[in-house]
């Protein structure tokens, strides 16, 4: 699985979008982009993935470099309750590590108010 | 809809005691994965099951096991406890084992080895 690099930590303004870098520049052609979350004493939350095109769904935004060695997770309009650890994840969809997460250290983000 | 529901929520043993961990997937998911997250870390993969076999297994010693169920609830069994096997443990349930589906984690069983 690629190893992903992320900042440790990260401050954002509420109500100000969060833009979460990430980079992943050894990942694979079969190889997915995840995004989780994790709030202290909880399991981690599944955020958003994807392949090549950028994607968006209810929570974020996932916007991939088109050499796919990068990306960054968007939150809009960020809320307090949007301070966890995010983390990036490459995972393969084939061979012989189907569907293992390898979660790194993360970043943390922290939204003031 | 109920999420992936794990039991306990803690639990307390002693060096060389055994453990038995419970894990219900969402309702419709197939495979289920397990992983153990010391303080401070993210995550490590310990195992995943699909259809009741091993699909993966991280580099976690034998002591550690697991098995899933025909009702796709899954259980991890660990022996002869170490105070390093201190842990939230999460299992997390997709519906298949292919890493194009997203997995969906409980909120796990915080063990603690006196």
Known sequence: DAK???????????????NLPCNHSTISGNEY???YRQIHSQGPQYIIHGLKNNETNEMA???ITEDRKSSTLILPHATLRDTAVYYCIAANAGGTSYGKLTFGQGTILTVHP | DAGVTQSPTHLIKTRGQHVTLRCSPISGHKSVSW?????????QFIFQYYEKEERGRGNFPDRFSARQFPNYSSEL?????????????????????TGDQPQHFGDGTRLSIL
């Open chain 1, 4 to 18: 992903t690099t992320q900042p440790p930590s990260m401050d954002c303004a509420e109500g100000r979008a969060a």
């Open chain 1, 33 to 35: 982009v995840y995004w």
């Open chain 1, 61 to 63: 935004s996932l916007i």
């Open chain 2, 35 to 43: 992983y153990q997250q010391v303080l401070g870390q993210g995550p």
């Open chain 2, 77 to 97: 069994n660990v022996n002869a406890l170490l105070l390093g096997d201190s842990a939230l443990y999460l299992c997390a349930s997709s519906l298949l084992w």
